[in-house]
């Protein structure tokens, strides 16, 4: 069975930084993209970076600068490195795989067949 589990929320002062890992089992994504979303409350779930199967990183506006996405294929994983953190970066953070080619396309989430549980990071004042 494959699944993604997220690691590394947890809680942050605004202006630190914090480190997700995605870890795959079950199957290998290493020809997948792979992206990273988060929602918060109240609010749909939004894409926030990610690859797709041949191109990348692409990354959303609000967090273009401050957030690093890299991947590490021979141990199936991601990674979402997050700088300068916000308050309204505080959100469930969610892994996901994809196999579309498009950046347009990778940036919704009906393309995206596989996903983690999700992670909190909260981000206070």
């Known amino acids: 069975q494959v699944a993604l589990v997220e690691s590394g929320g947890g809680l942050v002062q605004a202006g630190g930084s914090m480190r997700l890992s995605c870890a795959a089992s079950?199957?290998?994504?290493?020809?997948?993209?792979r992206g990273w979303f988060r929602q918060a409350p109240g609010k749909v779930r939004e894409f926030v970076a990610g690859f797709t199967t041949n191109g990348g990183p692409y990354y959303a506006d609000s967090v273009r600068g401050r957030f690093t996405i890299s991947r590490d294929n021979a141990k199936n994983e991601v990674y979402l490195q997050m700088e300068s953190l916000k308050p309204e970066d505080t959100a469930v953070y969610y892994c996901?795989?994809?196999?579309?080619?498009?950046?347009?396309?990778?940036?919704?989430?009906?393309?995206?067949?596989?996903w983690g549980q999700g992670t909190q990071v909260t981000v206070t004042v």
């Open positions: 996901a795989a994809t196999q579309t080619e498009s950046p347009t396309r990778a940036t919704y989430t009906r393309y995206y067949p596989y």
């Open positions: 079950g199957g290998t994504f290493s020809n997948y993209g």
